[in-house]
C-alpha cells in the first residue's frame, strides 16, 4: 500500500550519478518522485472571498509588470520587519511588513510573550486559543506587522527529538487543527493576515537547509499518509482563512517543498482552493521560474533567480503572463480579505530595525490580553503525578531549588528575541529560534512566590544554583524547577539530562514533599525518579510566556486547578519511540541526499504506541486534576439515511469540498465532578475507523464543572472525521463496517464505548 518503488529507481538513479546539490537546485531539477500537477489553478474568489478578489482584480489590472513583479519578493527595508514587501504609492498600496512569529511579536519593544504553540495545545481549549491568537494579533497591527509569520502546524511532531516541535500545537493532526482553526480566525479578526507554516513535512532541522554538496533532507511521504496527517492541520488553517502558507526548507520526494507542484499546485491550491499566497521560508527558494510555475508566489528575501526574470520568462515563453497576474492578484487579495486596506497603520511602523538607536515607542501590548495572558498560561500546565503533594495547604515554609525556578540575568528579550541558548540556565518560558518572542516583563516562578510570601506570610527558602542544595526537613513542600530546552535550527541531544535528574533525586532524597515542575519544549521523560515516592506531585509546565511565575503559584495554591492536558506521548524510556526518536541522517548512497522514508505513515505517537502495545508512562491526551470526574450516558445518533461513500460533487471552498464537514454521527455523554472542588474536564473522543488505527482523536471539549454537578457534552463527527483518504479514488471515503466510539479522559482511559456503521 505505501510503496516506495518509484522512489528507490530515481533516488538510487540520482545518487549514482555525478550529480550534485548544485544541480539539484537548479531549475532543471527533476521532481523526484512527486507526481507534476500544472498548471497553478488560479485564485478565485472561493468561499467568502469573492469581494476581496474583485478589488484585487480591479488594482493588479492597473499595475505594470515590474509592479506585479515587486509584490512577489521581499526587499531591504529601514524596518526591523522580519521581511518587506515594497509599496506602489501609485495606487495607494502601502506595501507590507511580514514579522516573526506564532507566539508573540520577536525582537522588538512593548509586546507580549505569549504562551508557545505546544503550551496551547495542552490547554486543549479552543476559546482560549481564539482569545489569544485575537490579542497577539492587537498588538501585531498596532506595531504595523501585516502579516504574522505563524501559527505552526509544522512540524507536526514526528522526530521527538525535533528542535521546532514546541512551536506546534501536537502531534495529533485533529487537535492541531481544531486549534489552528481557532487561532487563524482570533489573529485574523484583529486585522492581521497569518502564513500558517510550515509546509509541508518540515520535520526535522538536521539538515533541513543544503549544505555545501550535501541537499536538505527529503521527507518521502506516501499519499494517504499526508492527507491523514500532515496536511489535515493545513487544510483547517485554510478552511479558516489563513492568507498564506510557507513553504518550507526540506524537500519533498526529492523535489524541495517551494517548487513541488504536487504539494503547492496539487494539495494546496487545487484540493483545499487555497485563495491567498504561498510564501517561502527565509532562503528556502532553490528554483526560479520552475518555483512559480510550481505555484510559489513570494520570496523572502529576494533572489538573483526571481525579480525581473519573472518578466523575462514571461516574454520567452516559459512563464504565462496569467501566472504573474495570480500571484500578483493572490497578494493583492489577501490584503483586502483583512481589510488592510483602511485604518491599517505604516507597515513597520513600530519595527525600528534597531533598538539601541533613538526611535519612538509604538506600544503593542494592551490592558485586553492581560486575562488570556494570565490564563493561557495557567492552562497549558499539566499536572501527571500528584500523591497529596498538591495543593499546598497554607505552608509555613517552602524551599525552591532548580536554575528553571529564577529569571535570566538580563533580558536579552527587549533587544532581540530571547530564545538564545542561555535560558536554559534560566525559566523556560518559550523555545529558541525565530519562534522565540519578546516579553514585557518576566515574573519568575521564584519571584512569583516571593510576592506570594510577602502577601500571605509564607517563608521562601531557596537555593537555585546548587545541584545537592540543603533542605530544611521542616519544609512543607520542596519546589524543584527544571527545564528541556529546543530551538530552531538542531535537533535535541535527548529528551533528558543528567544534571536535572540529579538534582530532583538529591532533593528529593531528603524531602519528603517534592513537587518537580518541568518547563518542557517538547517531550521530556521522568523515569529517572517518577517512581520516587518522595516525588509528590509533577508537572508539566511547556512554556507559558510571560505570566509563567504568576500562572505555577495559581496552580500550586489551588486557586486555579490544573486542566491541561498532554498533547504527545511521554514514554517510559527514549527507545520506546523507535526510530521516530532522531532525525534521520545523511547515509551511504545517500550521503549527498539524505532521505527520511515515512515508512510508518500514520503511526506516530499514540497511533503508533496503541499498535504496538507499548505501555506509555503517561498516554497522549493525559492530565490530573485536584477533583475527579465520572462518564456516563453515551449517546450515538446517525443522521438522516445511510450516506453514501464519497462526498457529494460540489465547488471547492478554501478547505476542501464542504461537504467533508456534513455532520454524519453525533455523539453525547454526560460528565459529572465527584470530587470535592469546581474543576475542567477536557472530555475526548475517540473513532477506530474500519481498517484504521485502533483509535484517533476526532472529538474534545473542555467544560468546567462544579462540585457535584454534571454536564451534558457533545461531539459531532463530520464526514472527513469517519473517512480514510483513499489514493485510489484520490477521495475521502466513509467505510463500510463497525466504527468504535470510545469517550473518556485520555487516549487510554475510555469509561465509555460504543459502535455504529454505515
Ligand atoms: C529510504 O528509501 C529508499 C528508497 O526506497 C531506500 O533506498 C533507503 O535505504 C531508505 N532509507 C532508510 C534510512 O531507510
Ligand atoms: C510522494 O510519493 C508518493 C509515492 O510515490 C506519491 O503517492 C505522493 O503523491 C507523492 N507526494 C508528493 C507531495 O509528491
Ligand atoms: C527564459 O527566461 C528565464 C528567466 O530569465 C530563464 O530562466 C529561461 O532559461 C529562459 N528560457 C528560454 C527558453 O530562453
Ligand atoms: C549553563 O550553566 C552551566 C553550569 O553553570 C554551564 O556549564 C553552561 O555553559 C550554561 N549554559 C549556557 C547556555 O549558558
Ligand atoms: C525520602 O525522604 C526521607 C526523608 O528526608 C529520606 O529519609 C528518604 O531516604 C527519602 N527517600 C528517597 C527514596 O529518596
Ligand atoms: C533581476 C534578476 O533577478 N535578474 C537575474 C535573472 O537571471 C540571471 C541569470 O539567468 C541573473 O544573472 C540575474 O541577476
Known amino acids: 500500500m505505501r510503496s516506495f518503488a518509484g522512489l528507490t529507481a530515481l533516488v538510487a538513479g540520482l545518487a549514482f550519478s555525478s550529480a550534485t546539490a548544485q544541480e539539484i537546485t537548479s531549475d532543471v531539477y527533476f521532481y523526484g518522485d512527486s507526481p507534476p500537477v500544472y498548471p497553478t489553478p488560479q485564485g ?103 502579516v504574522l509569520l505563524g501559527p505552526v502546524v509544522g512540524p507536526a511532531g514526528r522526530v521527538v527529538q525535533g528542535g521546532r516541535n514546541w512551536e506546534g500545537i501536537s502531534t495529533d493532526p485533529y487537535l492541531s487543527g481544531a486549534l489552528v ?89 487545487s484540493e483545499l482552493g487555497f485563495q491567498g499566497y504561498v510564501m517561502t521560508d527565509w532562503g528556502a527558494q532553490h528554483a526560479g521560474i520552475a518555483a512559480a510555475n510550481a505555484g510559489l508566489d ?66 503593542g501590548r494592551a490592558k485586553s490580553s492581560r486575562d488570556v495572558l494570565l490564563q493561557g498560561a495557567i492552562e497549558g500546565h499539566v499536572l501527571v503525578k500528584n500523591n497529596n503533594g498538591l495543593p499546598l495547604r497554607s505552608p509555613q515554609l517552602l524551599s525552591v531549588f532548580g536554575y528553571d525556578a529564577k529569571a535570566a540575568a538580563a533580558s536579552s528579550g527587549s533587544l532581540f528575541g530571547s530564545g538564545n541558548a542561555a535560558i536554559q540556565n534560566s525559566t523556560l518560558f518559550v523555545g529558541g529560534g525565530s519562534g522565540s518572542n519578546s516579553p514585557s516583563y518576566m515574573i519568575s516562578p521564584l519571584a512569583a512566590l516571593q510576592q506570594e510570601a510577602y502577601k500571605d506570610g509564607t517563608s521562601i527558602a531557596y537555593d537555585v544554583t546548587s545541584q545537592n542544595p540543603q533542605v530544611n526537613p521542616a519544609s512543607d513542600a520542596c519546589l524543584v524547577f527544571i527545564n528541556a530546552f529546543a530551538t530552531e535550527g538542531s535537533d535535541r541531544p535527548g529528551l533528558s539530562d543528567t544534571p536535572s535528574d540529579t538534582l530532583v533525586t538529591n532533593v528529593a532524597s531528603k524531602c519528603k514533599n517534592t513537587v518537580v515542575v518541568i518547563h518542557n519544549a517538547g517531550v521530556r521523560l521522568v523515569n529517572a525518579w517518577i517512581d520516587n515516592a518522595n516525588v509528590t506531585a509533577v508537572i508539566y509546565g511547556h512554556l507559558p510566556g510571560q505570566d509563567s511565575g504568576a500562572a505555577i503559584v495559581e496552580l500550586l495554591y489551588g486557586r486555579s486547578n490544573p486542566s491541561g492536558r498532554l498533547p504527545y506521548t511521554v514514554a517510559k524510556k527514549a527507545e520506546d519511540y523507535g526510530a521516530l526518536l532522531k532525525p534521520d541522517l545523511p547515509e551511504g548512497e545517500f550521503a549527498l541526499f539524505p532521505q527520511s522514508n515515512f515508512t510508518e505513515g500514520v503511526y506516530i505517537d499514540y497511533r503508533a504506541f496503541d499498535k504496538e502495545g507499548i505501555e506509555p508512562q503517561f498516554e497522549f491526551g493525559f492530565g490530573l486534576s485536584y477533583t475527579t470526574f465520572d462518564y456516563s450516558g453515551l449517546q450515538i445518533n446517525k443522521k438522516g439515511a445511510a450516506p453514501p461513500a464519497t462526498p457529494p460533487a460540489a465547488k471547492v471552498q478554501p478547505g476542501g469540498n464542504p461537504h ?87 487516549s487510554r482511559d475510555l469509561p465509555l464505548h460504543g459502535s455504529f456503521s454505515l
Open 44 to 146: 478565485d474568489g472561493a468561499g467568502d472571498w469573492a469581494a476581496a478578489y474583485k478589488k484585487a482584480e480591479k488594482l493588479v489590472g492597473q499595475l505594470t509588470d515590474e509592479e506585479k513583479v515587486s509584490l512577489t519578493a521581499g526587499v531591504q527595508s529601514k524596518t526591523g520587519c522580519s521581511g518587506f514587501v515594497p509599496a506602489i504609492p501609485r495606487v495607494n498600496f502601502p506595501g507590507l511588513c511580514v514579522s516573526d512569529a506564532g507566539n508573540g511579536l520577536r525582537g522588538t519593544d512593548f509586546v507580549s510573550s505569549y504562551p508557545s504553540g505546544i503550551h496551547a495545545g495542552a490547554s486543549w481549549n479552543r476559546d482560549l486559543t481564539y482569545t489569544r491568537g485575537l490579542e497577539m494579533g492587537k498588538e501585531f497591527y498596532k506595531k504595523g506587522v501585516n
Open 181 to 269: 482553526y481557532e487561532t487563524v480566525q482570533g489573529t485574523q479578526d484583529a486585522g492581521v493576515g497569518v502564513c500558517t507554516k510550515h509546509y509541508i513535512a518540515n520535520e526535522q532541522e538536521t539538515n533541513r537547509n543544503p549544505s555545501g554538496n550535501v541537499a536538505s533532507v527529503s521527507s518521502n511521504i506516501d499519499d494517504q499518509t499526508i492527507h491523514e496527517l500532515y496536511l489535515w492541520p493545513f487544510a483547517e488553517a485554510v478552511r479558516a482563512g489563513s492568507v498564506s502558507i510557507m513553504c518550507s526548507y526540506n524537500r519533498l520526494n526529492n523535489s524541495y517543498a517551494c517548487q513541488n507542484s504536487k504539494a503547492l499546485n496539487g494539495l494546496l491550491k
Open 298 to 363: 513570494m520570496v523572502m528575501p529576494n533572489t538573483q533567480t526571481w525579480g525581473s526574470n519573472l518578466t523575462t520568462a514571461i516574454s520567452n515563453g516559459t512563464m504565462e503572463a496569467s501566472r504573474l497576474d495570480d500571484m500578483a492578484t493572490r497578494i493583492i487579495a489577501s490584503w483586502y480579505q483583512v481589510k488592510q486596506d483602511s485604518k491599517f497603520p505604516a507597515p513597520g511602523v513600530g519595527m525600528p530595525a534597531s533598538l539601541t538607536d533613538p526611535h519612538e515607542p509604538v506600544i
Open 660 to 746: 467533508l464537514w456534513d455532520e454524519i454521527v453525533s455523539v453525547s455523554a454526560t460528565v459529572k465532578n465527584s470530587g470535592e472542588v469546581e474543576g475542567d474536564e477536557v472530555a475526548q473522543l475517540y473513532v477506530g475507523i474500519p481498517n484504521g488505527p485502533i483509535r484517533q482523536l476526532r472529538g474534545f471539549e473542555k467544560v468546567k464543572i462544579g462540585k457535584g454537578q454534571a454536564k451534558k457534552v457533545a461531539f459531532s463527527l463530520t464526514r472527513k472525521d469517519l473517512s480514510t483518504w483513499s489514493v485510489e479514488e484520490q477521495e475521502w471515503v466513509l467505510q463500510r463496517g463497525d466504527y468504535q466510539i470510545f469517550v473518556g479522559k485520555s
